[in-house]
């Protein structure tokens, strides 16, 4: 009988002890929202393109949690415990562009893996890097993507860029990293548009009369 008090208070005080707990953190996602659509008409003087999947390095070919480092030197790589993006960042990158080629692109349709329909171009990304970076004095988020762009009917590659972007954010928050991913993803779509290779093969502007890319 002593020993079944015994069990029972020790019992008690655990559900005590468990009740005056911190409660558990809920885990948080963000989706990255979506430039409105364009209303301008472009000309569309290239054939079919097929965006294909985008392979990712390291942490990024499967993690959604948010990635960070200290400072822009930091070497060690780290996650946000509970704060989460809604896809793996290298299917969103992939989604901005297939939206903004659709929407602004020079090709007359933009692939995304539909039978019945034979691609005269191929675009391959890598993401490299999709990270918030958190300084002493400001934060920013940078985002490294290798693209290449491939006339599939002359078998040789049109374009091969690596679209390093970094974009400033208003303070350490997950908010403002969050915003500051949404416009780089529209700073790389704007940097692959105007690249002059991709303006040359559309039969605009030579590469001599284009400024350089970044």
Request: glycine share 8%.
């Amino acid at each position: 009988m002593a020993n079944s008090r015994f069990g029972m208070a020790l019992l008690a005080a655990a559900t005590v002890l468990a009740g005056c707990g911190s409660p558990i953190e809920p885990d948080r996602f963000y989706r990255l929202h979506e430039p409105p659509p364009s209303s301008i008409e472009v000309p569309v003087p290239l054939g079919p393109v097929e965006v294909q999947p985008f392979p990712a390095r390291g942490l990024l070919q499967s993690e959604r949690a948010i990635l960070f480092r200290q400072g822009r030197d930091g070497r060690r790589i780290e996650r946000h415990a509970h704060d989460f993006f809604e896809e793996a960042p290298a299917d969103m990158v992939r989604g901005a562009l297939l939206r903004c080629l659709r929407d602004r692109g020079p090709f007359a349709l933009v692939l995304d893996g539909e039978r019945g329909v034979t691609a005269q171009f191929s675009l391959d990304g890598r993401l490299l890097q999709f990270e918030q970076v958190v300084g002493e004095a400001d934060a920013f988020v940078t985002v490294d993507l290798i693209a290449t762009l491939v006339d599939l009917t002359r078998g040789r590659p049109i374009l091969n860029r690596r679209l390093h972007v970094e974009i400033p954010a208003a303070d350490t928050s997950i908010e403002s990293a969050i915003r500051s991913f949404e416009a780089a993803n529209e700073e790389i779509c704007r940097r692959l548009l105007e690249d002059p290779a991709l303006r040359a093969a559309a039969g605009g502007e030579t590469q001599s009369d284009m400024p350089a890319s970044r």
